[in-house]
């Protein structure tokens, strides 16, 4: 005897990457993006098939009711991160998955007012977003991201379409105002690799020279062990401090760690590996030829996603 197809199941997986996208950048976290994502599906099965059939876009409704979920996550965030041990940073994610890429969908629009999904995945960005309130992070996701109207963000956030295009107006210029100084010439992928490539040598090699030389005079380095892993507990501040702190990092690194290039967020960076696991991750941001931020994850509960090199 067949038993028959649920077609809801098809609309959810379908959709579930979309909202892993959305979520991870709504949320910084992939754990509490895909516990946003379950809470949304176990909504669409909450309500009778009779209702499941009366809404005439289940993607239109999972991609609102997943919004609203993590919109109230923001709030409780922030009071969870007051308490929270050091600098708190997103977690960093491996590679090109599947919740890195994917269609934005929505309308088209000016590509000079949007942020490329590709780009909105990268930690500098993800770092700036932290700086926004819940709702500026929410609507300027699902403007400038997804490209959803504002009519459409007014329902999610409960706000005005006027009062939503405020909110991504003033997120656009955190996001402008983040971003390295623009007249410095920008760089090809494969530049950026050789930058984090003779970073990790001169580290290697205690060349502090080589270090100075590939940091920019002003750049800063924030680490985030959460409590759990040992990290220096406030941003360390200019390429000379940052050069003779790793210079130090080198000196007391255990015989078995070894440092590898690895893909952090869709940009070059390394890992540090110790007995068959991944340890730390270091994200870095590049304007010209210098480094001007090093992130450094060492919090185990944001490494699950990582496995060695």
């Excluded at 922030?78 to 960093?92: F, H, I, K, N, Q």
């Excluded at 969908?105 to 942020?115: E, L, S, T």
């Excluded at 001169?202 to 020279?209: L, Y």
């Amino acid at each position: 005897m067949t038993t028959p197809s649920d077609p809801s199941l098809d609309i959810l997986i379908s959709e579930r990457r979309h909202l892993l996208n959305l979520a991870y950048r709504l949320l910084g976290s992939l754990t509490e993006a895909e516990d946003a994502v379950q809470e949304t599906y176990t909504r669409w099965y909450a309500l009778s098939r009779a209702q499941q059939d009366a809404i005439r876009s289940p993607g239109a409704w999972l991609t609102t009711v997943a919004s609203r979920i993590c919109l109230n996550l923001l709030g409780s965030a922030r009071a969870r991160r007051e308490t929270y041990v050091g600098e708190w940073l997103p977690e960093p994610l491996p590679g090109r998955s599947e919740w890195i890429g994917g269609p934005a969908g929505g309308a088209a629009v000016d590509p000079a007012d949007r942020v490329t999904l590709e780009e909105s995945v990268n930690l500098a960005f993800l770092v700036v977003l932290e700086a926004m309130t819940p709702a500026e992070r929410v609507a300027f996701i699902l403007h400038d991201v997804f490209c959803h109207s504002f009519a459409e963000v007014a329902e999610i956030v409960g706000r005005t379409p006027a009062a939503c295009r405020q909110l991504a107006s003033s997120a656009r210029r955190r996001v402008r105002e983040s971003r390295p100084d623009t007249s410095a010439p920008s760089i090809p992928p494969g530049q950026r690799t050789g930058v984090v490539r003779d970073f990790k040598r001169a580290w290697e090699t205690g060349d502090i020279d080589a270090l100075l030389g590939l940091l920019d005079p002003a750049a800063t380095a924030v680490a985030d062990g959460g409590g759990l892993a040992a990290a220096f507990p406030d941003p360390i501040e200019g390429g000379e401090q940052i050069a003779r702190t790793w210079m130090e990092l080198a000196r007391r690194k255990p015989g078995t760690m070894t440092f590898a290039e690895r893909t952090v967020n869709g940009q070059p960076g390394l890992v540090a590996e110790q007995d068959g696991a991944v340890v730390t991750v270091f994200a870095f941001e590049i304007a010209g030829d210098r480094i001007t931020h090093i992130w450094v994850v060492r919090n185990p509960e944001k490494l699950g996603r990582w496995v060695q090199g």
